[in-house]
């Protein structure tokens, strides 16, 4: 397994539309445990395959306390959404700002497991949230889209900010999803 590199707010492949798996196969399920891997040291609670620069439609999570339920969901689709709650989101793509997002609260959702099978789920709370955060940036949405233009340069400068202070420090980028030959 590996960790990882994650794309950062503003950088423009986190606005790509991710395609839908044709086949669950071996590459597949070594990209959900890769995802996994990287999720858990970030540490998050989810993670979209577009966060890593594959854009494909999988999607990983873990809202357990113990960090021991994942969830891996391959061209999940939402069939129904009920209520809403506002959750303090945050993003491994925009480090260091949170606030409050609206969502249902309740979904029930269609995906293939790791075995390529067709399978239903109902999440309701974080998960639900999670869920709906991670098929967002699939569809290449950020949930700063949900704040105000005001806040989202705001987040921009600062995290931008932040970039340069990191990469004048010399940070070593960690491996990318694409092997680079
Ligand atoms: O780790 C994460 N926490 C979180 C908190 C509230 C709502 C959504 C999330 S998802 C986020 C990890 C991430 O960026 N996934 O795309
Ligand atoms: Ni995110």
Redesign the pocket.
Known sequence: MAILNILEYPDPRLRKRAEPVERVDDAIRRLVGDMLET?YA???????AT?VDVHQRVLVADVSPDRNTPVALINPEILERDGSEI???????VPGVFDKVERANHIRARALDLRGQAIEIEAEG?LA??IQ??ID?LDGKL?VDYLSELKRQRIRKRVEKEQKIRSAEGATPTRSATPVI
Do not use: K, R, Y
């Open positions: 999720m970030a540490p998050g609670i989810g993670l979209a966060q959750t303090e989101e945050g993003c491994l793509s974080l949230v999670c955060h991670e940036h949930f």
